[in-house]
């Protein structure tokens, strides 16, 4: 079975700063990939990022990256130029070949104008 | 245009009286998944369905139920609600045949139990 951790239950951020969002994880499975999710209040929840694990090119969109480090089984989030849209829970969930879907306990951002 | 759309937004039911969730999708996906959703928790996944296959999560409770009729609906049935059933109930939707494939999520359905 797969785990998925977030050590950082919330956290802020200055609007047009930059913010990193950790996410580690357990698995025994060599294919898989990771994503980062946003669930804004009260709307639902959407794709920010995702990286393929055979991949090693960190994965961007935007102002959104991401740190993988597969042998450490950690992938991060960073935010850069936070805007005040940016406010919501973010999750890091991991998906395998069976398709499977977990979800860590998330992280609560806030951006601060 | 909604593309994965959960019904009702809102659910009250009565201790003990069963309740149905229900799930449409317009982007013809293969697998269809419920998630419980507890304030500030992380989505616990409760089943799938790949296309017909139903797959149950070892810890999801039996006074879960699902069905999938077709391939645009699916509904979740909460057979005896209990106080600690009362969360945010989310489907999600994604293509089977390649893990890269993002879930689409409903907006969910928050269940209170009264």
């Known amino acids: 079975a797969q785990t998925v951790t977030q050590s950082q239950p919330e956290m802020s951020v200055q609007e047009a700063e930059t913010v990193t969002l950790s996410c580690t994880y357990d698995?025994?499975?060599?294919?898989?990939?990771l994503f980062w999710y946003k669930q804004p209040p009260s709307r639902q929840m959407i794709l920010v990022i995702r990286?393929?694990?055979?991949?090693?090119q960190n994965a961007t969109e935007n102002r959104f990256s991401v740190n993988f480090q597969k042998a450490a089984k950690s992938f991060s989030l960073k935010i850069s130029d936070s805007q005040l849209g940016d406010t919501a829970m973010y999750f890091c969930?991991?998906?395998?070949?069976?398709?499977?879907?977990?979800f860590g306990g998330g992280t609560r951002l806030m951006v601060k104008p | 245009d909604a593309m994965v759309i959960q019904n009702p937004r809102y659910q009250v039911t009565q201790f003990g009286k069963p309740v149905t969730l229900s799930c449409s999708q317009t982007?013809?996906?293969?697998?269809m998944y419920w998630y419980q959703q507890k304030s500030s928790q992380a989505p616990k996944l409760l089943f799938h369905?790949?296309?017909?296959?139903?797959?149950n999560e070892a810890d999801t409770p039996d006074n879960f139920q699902s069905r999938r009729p077709n391939t645009s609906f699916c509904f979740l049935d909460i057979r005896s609600p209990g106080l600690g059933d009362a969360a945010m109930y989310l489907c999600?939707?994604?293509?089977?045949?390649?893990?890269?494939?993002?879930?689409?999520f409903g907006q969910g359905t928050r269940l209170t139990v009264v």
């Open positions: 999600a939707t994604s293509r089977a045949g390649g893990m890269n494939t993002e879930a689409f």
């Open positions: 698995t025994s499975e060599s294919n898989y990939y």
């Open positions: 990286q393929e694990a055979y991949k090693q």
């Open positions: 969930a991991f998906r395998n070949a069976g398709n499977m879907l977990t």
């Open positions: 982007l013809n996906h293969n697998v």
């Open positions: 369905y790949y296309d017909k296959d139903f797959n």
